[in-house]
């Protein structure tokens, strides 16, 4: 069994939607969904662009896919010899997760054509793909490639004012509706035959024509170089894309794809991750490791990651808790540099999130649900679709989960934590903590009788329940976020220069004196029996199982949630929430209080999220029971190479790569088969590997020095390389 | 036209429900609705008793329907001579509103029959019904005549272990199921024609059956006595039941009729209120003052008035804010003693709201949404049904519909105020006050970093919107209790003694600390351009038309409210909520404001509960636009005498007289159009009189001494009768 390679033979078009998130290729500038050469819009194909977003009208903002520069269509003598339309002896696909090469084989008959295509990890900007195709007969060969323009988007349009450029290299350039940001598309070919090459433009692109005659037993090659630049990126992006391809070309195919490889062992020696003993664990360790790798942002120091990668326009492109809590602690252990642009993402962020937390009423920062350019908040009130009279349903995610703010605050950090690096508190991480703060600060309210503090009517990380008090999660979240501001004090204690002039550009003082009080009087949750309650009146709710709960639903596609929704009303939750409370605070609870409720919760959880079998997993890990946690390890690791998951919550699609699961793949592994804890800059490990797994390596960089530990159950060594 | 006298020709077996309704007979301990003397459990006929529950299982306790003891059915020649088996050549129904007697004619050609039925008001426990059969053919004629015991229930069954009694009189004792209530029921006859007769009883019940010749043209009359006592009057109903049946008879019908007609006019005496210049709108309010004059307790000194009166089941039987609200202005202005019952009521609901306080982790009074015996709470978590999913919905009227203890400490104040009797408030009253005020000081709750203090996730009176903070109506009626609870200094005065004492019982002593400060904090609401803001964030829900929000309704029966109903969702409210504040508060506004925000929320009002009209009539006499007003008023006192107004709540039935609607009539008519206040025993008039109206009569009791005001366009008189 190849540990890092995906395979699938046969062919089957209801599986386009699965199979353009599985044979993704991307490299954080770009995501290509896995569709074929020739697919048409109904295969979904994308060129999903990140951190470039567009609305059009009044529907939801979210992000650009880029004229698609990598279709190409066969025939031979006179019959398309491309998938649906004719059938095919034989069709597998392959995925390469070690380099990021998406393969492709499809025997016509006549024809046979194999393709390899990358999202070039060393040239954010490039695609490239080279087709060949070999001939059983003889005869004549037509080929079509060129630049797709009729984009498949869910809210679009997005791209107006098309420019086409027939000839070599083929070029189109488009503006957003919105903000009028251009977006600049080249492809050059090169070849290895003689063909006579025409070019032409319809409605649907911008194309070159091959004509060739073909001999039996004669393999051809062509390779489409394809370059994407946005207004974002410069100010001649239509010239950059040109001169890109032609670059690319001038250096052949080769040597592309042997860029684009050593990029990839240049990721692999930093943050590889291997399992000895399970080869489906292995592979699907590798398959989380290049889902989250592949759409990681490199080729800037600001960006984040969105809830579904670069995957497609799914939950708008938006960037949730999922990055701070799920996807950094992967970056931060193994590549910092990453991990610091997640947050560097943030501080940016912090002018839209002061403006949404005004918009409450609120003061501080109030960072928004769904992240899109410069923290614009995407979330709006109306996040799903009633199944039975198709009317939007108002939910609370914007406005109520305010734990957002304090998850980033906990990472800003935990960065420090663990990296040591003062600098990104320096340039703006402690102002968010700050400003968090606050915004707890003036969120939280006494009762007028007495001394404890509450929060009211918040969601916590199960969003099934929409307007709850005192959710254990948010009220531990918003007390660490206010005990970190306190804690800065001691951080900057060499510098107090500069906290104060922090204190004196925010006008800190008044939030100076209210914190202390505030840590001590903001509410804990009730226990009942060692049982910590979810929410107030949690426990009062009807108490009944999953199956009940499912019985009750009257279409497959409702939505669980809100009061509206079967599990809403009852103790059934989404996610862990409870559980993730103590994988993130473990030392604040024993065993036996963690295994209590890990027992509670379990059973009332439906795992509706990808963001909650790794909590689990965690926790299992920590009350001494790994093999529990390894059933939910391979659910969270093999989620994308398995393909599935939900596809829809009411009638909204929310398909797409699970980055957050990838993460958590990770996380159990190294935090949790291993018990992996830096602090100070020392590795702790406290292994608990289950038996699946006779050992464990994976790399860290701590402190700028790269390490690899092996775990066995024998022990473990943490060496330098 | 008859001004007191409502008139129905024709028989439509579509109108059972609306006529039950219309045609009702009741004393205040009991309700009969219009049914047919013939009628069968399909047209829904009830004896329904006032403060009488049971709940059978987990279904909706409700008020017990005692067995039906006026059931006849006559035959002719061997046909039934009964609707709906018998078409009838003429039929009519007529209530005659001043002596609360319902008539019915029918002519099945071969026989004529006339009945007329009376709760008597001059013996709460005793119902007559006298029947008269004219024939036009001789033969032989059958009268079967019983207590029906297949009871119509809604959420029933709830008598159980009945035994019968053949003979005279016929006699019937039952237990309610969970309680094991004794309901007895007996039924005399007298007759001025010879007949055979003989009892028999079977699976509906216990009967007499009669037969006689008939010649043509003669007429013979039977009258039926029923009485009905219950376990909570005394120790032996049945005998009770027995002897006043007896001695009913022995004093003959005509009497009884007499003795009835007697006690309304005594009503009449007190509260008779008459228009002159519009016969529909005096006969209006003929029918509202009959409708609630009817359901009025006045054999009790401790008993309210459910929502639906003693209509039937609708609502559970239960009190809500409507008793204080819209109930007690009548009767505190004509007839104290019955005000004075709807508030010892309360008071004796003391501990129940305690209770209900202390489950949601609050301290003081928080009085049920749905008062049911004792003050117990019969409002649960879902009481609305989703017509899609036939699911339950999860409606917050229990648990954030906190205005109602407000409303009562508002009632409690007004009958000291209007009545100068500080009787009640030694009695309890304080108490409920100062409970109430507790309840406020420990929901109150202020921001961390603020001086103000809010009322976070509350309904206010337009259930529509649900979970929302700082609910203009609802701020204002908790600033009115606190402020009434620091006045009972002032009140007390002179017996310092009684407050210290209660101080001490009821350990206040924090509490008269916090409440000067908890009055100042409590916020006001937004105002914009003039226009205060319902709730918090009101102004930026959706915009739209009552038409606009209609046409998004996928089934008529939908509910409207909460997240998930059309109207929930936008600025279409379901009845008075700004306007009902400035209703009950017009000292605290200017008529450019009244006027501003009338205009405001008037067109986004769907006047969807019978208590909105009222709010908006009063206020637009407050403006000086009673010919507004005037509509409004018919609506409001023509409810029940029209039938009609909403039946269904999702799938839950909710038709029934209006006795809300019925006291806000009066109001209209006494405080909008005469512009009547009474202070100090003084009486104020300020008269708004539509051109509708020539001349408004109306009788008040002030201070123990009756009063009539008459009021015209030229000037008004008040004097002593």
Not at 276 to 299: K, Q, T, V, W
Not at 663 to 679: D, K, T, V
Request: hydrophobic share 40%.
């Amino acid at each position: 069994m190849d540990l890092w390679t995906l395979e699938k033979t046969g062919y089957d078009p209801e599986s386009n939607l699965a199979d353009g998130n599985r044979f993704l290729t991307a490299n954080g500038y770009m995501g290509v969904r896995g569709t074929l050469s020739e697919a048409g819009r109904e295969a979904c194909p994308a060129v999903n662009l990140a951190g470039v977003y567009d609305r059009n009208g009044d529907k939801w903002r979210e992000p650009v896919n880029a004229p698609h520069g990598l279709f190409l269509r066969a025939a031979f003598n006179g019959e398309i010899m491309a998938l649906p339309e004719r059938t095919s002896k034989r069709h597998s696909l392959c995925m390469d997760y070690r380099h990021g090469v998406f393969r492709r084989e499809t025997d016509f008959g006549p024809v046979v054509l194999r393709s390899e295509r990358i999202a070039s990890l060393a040239q954010p900007h490039l695609l490239v793909e080279r087709v060949a195709l070999t001939f059983a007969e003889s005869g004549t060969a037509d080929i079509t490639a060129g630049i797709r323009t009729d984009v498949w988007d869910i809210n679009g349009p997005h791209l107006f004012d098309l420019h086409l450029k027939e000839g070599e290299p083929l070029a189109c350039t488009a503006v957003t509706g919105e903000k009028g940001i251009q977006v600049a598309v080249a492809q050059a070919a090169a070849r290895d035959f003689p063909a006579e090459e025409r070019f032409f433009q319809n409605d649907t692109g911008v194309f070159r024509a091959l004509r060739f005659p073909a001999e039996a037993g004669e393999i051809v090659t062509l390779t489409l170089f394809v370059a994407v630049f946005t207004g974002l990126d410069g100010s001649d992006p239509a010239r950059a894309a040109e001169e890109l391809v032609q670059e690319a070309k001038a250096s052949d195919a080769d040597s592309c794809f042997a860029a684009n490889a050593a990029a990839w062992e240049g990721v692999w020696v930093r943050c590889a991750a291997d399992i000895d003993g399970d080869d489906e664990g292995a592979l699907a360790l590798h398959a989380s490791l290049y889902y989250l790798n592949s759409i990681a942002p490199r080729h800037t120091d600001r960006l984040s990651i969105p809830a579904r990668g670069l995957s497609g326009q799914t939950y708008k492109g938006a960037v949730f808790w999922d990055s701070e809590i799920f996807l950094f602690p992967l970056f931060v252990h193994t590549q910092p540099e990453v991990a610091r642009s997640l947050l560097r993402y943030r501080i940016d962020g912090l002018p839209g999130a002061r403006e949404k937390a005004a918009e409450y009423g609120y003061r501080g920062a109030f960072y928004a649900w769904e992240s899109q350019e410069g923290g614009r908040e995407g979330c709006t009130d109306f996040n799903v679709v009633d199944v039975f009279t198709h009317r939007p349903v108002r939910t609370y995610f914007r406005d109520k989960q305010i734990h957002i703010s304090a998850d980033i605050a906990f990472a800003m950090a935990q960065y420090y934590e663990i990296t040591g690096d003062l600098s990104l508190l320096e340039a703006g991480g402690a102002e968010v903590i700050l400003e968090c703060a606050r915004f707890y600060l003036s969120r939280m309210s006494r009762r007028f009788d007495r001394a404890e503090a509450d929060l009211w009517d918040v969601i916590g990380p199960d969003e099934y329940h929409e307007r709850v008090s005192n959710n254990a999660f948010t009220n531990a979240m918003v007390r660490y976020c206010l005990k970190s501001a306190l804690q800065l004090k001691e951080v900057f204690a060499d510098r107090p220069e500069y906290l104060a002039a922090l204190t004196k550009q925010l006008r800190y003082e008044k939030e100076w004196a209210l914190l202390p009080e505030a840590v001590r009087a903001l509410r804990g949750p009730r226990i009942r029996d060692g049982i910590v309650e979810q929410f107030d009146g949690y426990f009062e709710l009807e108490d009944c199982t999953l199956d009940q709960v499912r019985s009750r639903l009257r279409d497959p596609r409702e939505y669980w949630g809100g009061d509206h929704g079967v599990a809403g009303i009852t103790q059934i939750i989404k996610q862990a929430d409870v559980i993730a409370l103590m994988a993130l605070f473990p030392q604040d609870f024993t065993d036996e209080q963690i295994a209590a409720n890990w027992a509670w919760y379990e059973p009332r959880t439906e795992h509706g999220s990808s963001l909650s079998a790794c909590m689990y997993a965690l926790t299992a890990c920590r009350i001494g029971q790994p093999d529990r946690a390894w059933d939910l390890f391979m659910k969270t690791a093999a989620i994308d190479l398995v393909g599935g998951g939900k596809q829809w919550a009411g009638e909204i699609y929310i398909g797409g790569t699970h980055p957050a699961s990838n993460g958590g793949a990770w996380m159990i592994a190294a935090l949790g088969f291993a018990g992996l804890r830096i602090r100070g800059g020392v590795i702790e490990l406290n292994p608990r590997l289950p038996k699946q797994i006779d050992r464990l390596r994976f790399r860290l960089t701590v402190n700028g020095a790269g390490y690899e530990v092996i775990v066995t159950h024998d022990g473990y060594v943490v060496q330098v390389v």
